[in-house]
């Protein structure tokens, strides 16, 4: 009955920017059992690897080390959107991002579950 829509992805080069959305349709989150929207990233070969998250009550925020100081995960209640704010990008960067909605474990630094996945949306950063 939800559905997150992720838009924003696309080329970039390399120490440039991009702002990812993410969409939730169907219900209001704030009505549903999600605790934290988030955000995660798979390259071709790799596991998929969590970025951020976002406490949706509190607004509290939480990073993956790799991102820490370049990423910014925001939100907007109003329009069940959250955006993940991406500078200063790298090759390494590269991967299909994915919107996530579940519960996040700050103490185990993982989501220890997702309720909901948006489709993905494609990143490419450019040397």
């Known amino acids: 009955q939800v559905q997150l829509v992720e838009s924003g992805g696309g080329l970039v080069q390399a120490g440039g920017s991009l702002r990812l959305s993410c969409a939730a349709s169907g219900r209001t989150i704030s009505t549903i059992n999600i605790y934290h929207m988030g955000w995660f990233r798979q390259a071709p070969g790799k596991e998929r690897e969590f970025l951020a998250a976002i406490d949706w009550s509190g607004a509290s925020t939480y990073y993956a080390d790799s991102v820490k100081g370049r990423f910014t995960i925001s939100r907007d209640a109003a329009k069940n959107t959250v955006f993940l704010q991406m500078n200063n990008l790298k090759s390494e960067d590269t991967a299909v991002y994915y919107c996530?909605?579940?519960?996040?474990?700050?103490?185990?630094?993982?989501?220890?579950?997702?309720?909901?996945w948006g489709q993905g949306t494609q990143v490419t950063v450019s040397s």
């Open positions: 996530a909605g579940g519960l996040y474990s700050s103490s185990s630094r993982r989501y220890l579950r997702v309720d909901y």
